[in-house]
């Protein structure tokens, strides 16, 4: 029954239920069929246990399923394998591979909270990452002396005159079963030894397969490679028995087991096999040479044993590597030395300091560059390897005014005159008058050897430079304040420009650029320091007459050092002045002022007057304050050559166009950064700014403001005090017939509602249902359209509200929020108010009692 159950298992399309399986009741075609659907998904025997252990298959059933799929496969080997052929093979596989990594994966995480040790050779075994690995790799070539143990499976080829191919599993007892040629023992057995064996067991069967003239050849290689279990013990990190590949060694082992631990030895690691020492690894070999012995293979149930370390020793200071090594028995400082990498470039080689144990106390020894190969070394000390010295034995230094200053070697007999023709020479610049020599003596005391240059360049004196000395030589600029001229007022780039000897002042309003459009160029003063100051002077005004192109036949006057030029304005100079008209007029736009004293009334004509829908009582004149931000004529040239630039640079350029491309790049600013406000005006904005913050109340700065003004008034009556004179910037809006009225505040239902004439403020009120409870309606104000504000005005408690015009803004402000009484507030009211009614009794008795 159970049989039948079992049937459509193995049949089916995967292998999804292979948990389920009862092994002892399949027969060996059914493990078959579970064999050959394994093999059909790409599984090994091994995965195939794996798999069913992980979907839940007991301990127990998973090694009875290994049980009959290895006695199945031994079977299948007795049997002649010459149906399968080389390119049916598959590629060659680790048996056990998912039980070495999931060792391999519990070690690493372990290994992560393992702290690092400073010693050396520690981190081959503990890193983070886990990259060095030591995994052997399963594609190489058969080695020759791989020993055969139970589970390899083995490759056997015979080709030339005669052909045939046979593949067969090392059984339990050591022996590989053949077609026709019988069992085999090749356990323990290398691949070399195991091949001759065969060879001549085959030589039966194929006669030209020995002799001098063999017809017929044989290969021997691996297939699945078999898994090892070996015994780590000791002072490892994780010690335990772990499962391994064949092909591993001692150092795959090692790092399975995290390596040595803090008390373990790196030199002496010890190989076990069937109680007998068979090898002995020291890893400073591996880490030092590169030798890491990797044809010494483990086999199964080897020990490795790794043993408390020696001794240990630290060398610290100018070595490559500064740690702590271990020592073996007889080696010498030099040994050492070479585990440390050697010595740094600035390492002190002739003697090294040494800090030994003794068996009462600690005590030093000096080792010279001699001994280093003679000086044995012990468990416990510490090397010191010093720096040499931060100083020069044959050095001096020239600083200065020479073209080349710097260190120079020093020899016996080396003069100031050679050092300076070593630096090729004095510069034009150098103070020849006077130099210094700072000179150190054995006492570390320094004095200085005053030298007169001229005489040394003559020839007429010298001086025999000692080892460090340092000369400087200054410059003559070293010795004054850079001259500087300076230039300002009327120029297109004002400023510090440097001081040249016979420069004049067209030379320096050249190079600030010429004059600008605004200078006037017969006012050019130079402002020049006095010298010898009399009491209260502080400096000497001259005027100067200068060309307006600049040309030689100007002023003569020869610029001092720190001269000011100033160049003055046009007296009546004005960039053009622009104002904009908006709204209901018959040509709307900008208009340039064409003089200083032109009026609303005057602009308004000029735009074709009001249209026929124009509401003038609503008209605005918005204005800039004083706190508007203007450029500059600079800037605004600046700036207005920058959007040449960019349509210029959209055409197609000719050659003139091109040169003014390269022009007007050199001139182009890199941020538009400057402003206009003159301290005036910075004055009165910082001391707003201090009186809104001392009365707790917070000031707007407005850079423009909005003036109510009368257009029908002053369309009327032009030229009147109503119409205002305009100024830059200012913008003229003149609105549309307005026939609304909005109600903002404290009303019932804040709402816009239509205009009604001859209809008073309580009209409106009503019809946003009322004032509010708390409306302040004595504070009433409205906003007409031309922004001008009417408040309401109470005379014997009586409130005449302001008149309604359309396009008006009726406000009604509200009481603020009503604070409750406290409790303590209520005590003193209660107490004053019968205080107070005490005290009148108290004057109604006593005048009772008078009467």
């Known amino acids: ?37 394994a093999a059909d998904s790409g ?44 390119n049916d093979r598959k590629p060659r596989e680790q048996v056990d591979a998912s039980i070495i990594r999931q060792n391999a994966n519990q070690v690493k995480a372990a290994m992560q909270e393992a702290p690092a040790l400073p010693l050396f050779g520690m981190d081959l075994f503990y890193q983070k990452d886990r990259n060095l690995t030591f995994e052997p790799s399963l594609s190489l070539a058969t080695p020759s002396s791989y020993i055969l143990g139970p589970g390899d499976m083995v490759y056997i080829d015979i080709y030339g005159a005669s052909e045939n191919y046979y593949e067969s599993t090392v059984t339990p007892e050591g022996k590989i079963l053949l077609e026709n040629i019988g069992p085999i023992a090749v356990s323990g057995l290398s691949i070399v030894e195991a091949k001759k064996l065969i060879q001549s067991r085959m030589a039966r069967y194929y006669e030209d397969l020995q002799g001098p003239n063999p017809a017929t050849f044989m290969e021997i290689s691996l297939g699945n490679i078999r898994s090892i279990k070996v015994h780590m013990v000791g002072e490892l990190r994780l010690p335990g028995t772990f499962t391994l590949s064949a092909f591993s060694s001692v150092f795959n082992a090692l790092y399975a087991a995290g390596g040595p631990n803090q008390n373990g030895t790196m030199r002496n690691i010890r190989v076990m096999r069937n109680n007998r020492q068979v090898a002995i690894v020291d890893a400073y070999d591996f880490l030092i040479n590169g030798k890491a012995n990797m044809n010494f293979q483990l086999q199964d149930q080897d020990v490795i044993l790794v043993e408390p370390y020696q001794g240990r020793v630290t060398v610290e200071g100018a070595v490559k590597r500064p740690m702590v090594y271990e020592v073996k028995g007889g080696e010498s400082f030099e040994e050492i030395l070479a585990y440390a990498g050697g010595f740094t470039e600035n390492a002190y080689t002739q003697r090294v300091s040494v800090t030994r144990l003794t068996p009462k106390e600690k005590a030093v020894s000096d080792v010279y560059q001699e001994q280093f190969g003679i000086f044995t070394v012990q468990a416990g000390d510490r090397y010191e390897v010093g720096k040499i010295l931060d100083r020069y034995t044959n050095r001096v230094q020239l600083k200065g005014a020479v073209f080349r200053p710097g260190n120079y070697a020093w020899s016996e007999g080396l003069k100031l005159s050679q050092l300076i023709q070593k630096a090729d020479g004095l510069k034009g610049d150098a103070y020849l008058p006077r130099a210094t020599v700072l000179r150190a003596h054995e006492d570390l005391s320094t004095s200085i050897i005053p030298v007169n240059l001229q005489a040394v360049a003559n020839g007429q004196e010298d001086l025999l430079l000692q080892a460090e000395d340092i000369i400087r030589i200054s410059s003559v600029y070293d010795l004054k304040d850079e001259y500087y001229l300076k230039i300002s007022g009327e120029v297109r780039d004002p400023g510090i420009y440097p001081y040249a000897e016979g420069m004049t002042a067209e030379d320096l309003i050249l190079l600030a650029g010429g004059f600008s459009e605004a200078a006037a160029t017969n006012n050019v003063e130079i402002a020049r320091r006095n010298i010898d100051q009399a009491e209260g002077e502080m400096a000497t005004l001259i005027p100067v007459q200068v060309n307006s192109s600049l040309s030689l036949d100007g002023s003569s006057e020869k610029l001092m050092p720190y001269d000011n030029i100033i160049v003055r304005g046009k007296p009546n100079f004005a960039l053009d002045r622009v104002v904009m008209v908006e709204g209901q007029v018959n040509a709307p736009g900008e ?81 538009y950064q400057e402003s206009n406000r003159d301290a005036r005006i910075q004055y009165r904005h910082e001391t707003l700014q201090e009186i809104s913050q001392g009365e707790g109340a917070s000031i707007k700065i407005k850079q423009q403001e909005a003036i109510a003004i009368d257009l029908k008034n002053i369309l009327e009556n032009p030229g009147s005090k109503f119409d205002l004179i305009l100024e830059e910037g200012d913008i003229i809006t003149v609105p549309k017939q307005l026939q609304t009225v909005r109600l903002r505040g404290e009303v019932i239902y804040p709402t816009t509602v239509r205009y009604e004439n001859n209809q008073s403020m309580k009209y409106y009120i009503d019809r946003a249902g009322g004032f509010d409870n708390r409306a302040k309606r004595k504070r009433t104000y409205v906003v007409y359209a031309n922004g001008e504000v009417a408040r309401t005005k109470t005379f014997f408690f009586i409130n005449t509200y302001p008149r309604i015009e359309p396009g008006v803004e009726v406000i009604v402000p509200s009481k603020g929020p009503r604070v409750p009484l406290r409790v303590g507030e209520i005590i003193g009211l209660t107490s004053g108010l019968a205080t107070l009614a005490l005290v009148i009794s108290q004057i109604n008795f006593n005048s009772g009692s008078g009467n």
């Open 591 to 671: 208009f340039a002022l064409k003089s200083a004293d032109e009026r609303i009334s005057d602009v308004i004509n000029r735009a074709g007057g009001l249209t026929s829908f124009a509401y003038a009582n609503g008209a605005t004149l918005i204005r800039r304050t004083e706190y508007y931000d203007t450029e500059s004529e600079r800037l605004r040239r600046e700036k207005n050559n920058v959007k040449l630039l960019e349509r210029v640079a959209t055409e197609d350029p000719s050659d003139a166009q091109n040169q003014q491309i390269l022009r007007l790049l050199e001139g182009s600013p890199e941020g």
């Open 1 to 37: 029954m159970v049989s039948l159950l079992a049937a459509p298992l193995v049949q089916a399309q995967s292998l999804e239920d292979v948990a389920s399986i009862r092994v002892d009741e399949l027969s060996d075609e059914q493990v078959r069929a579970v064999m050959r659907k």
């Open 43 to 86: 599984l090994s025997s091994s995965e195939l246990i794996e798999m069913a252990k992980a979907q839940g298959m007991s301990e127990a059933e998973a090694q009875k399923l290994k049980n009959r799929i290895q006695a199945i496969e031994l079977g299948s080997s007795e049997v002649a394998t010459a149906k399968s052929t080389p």
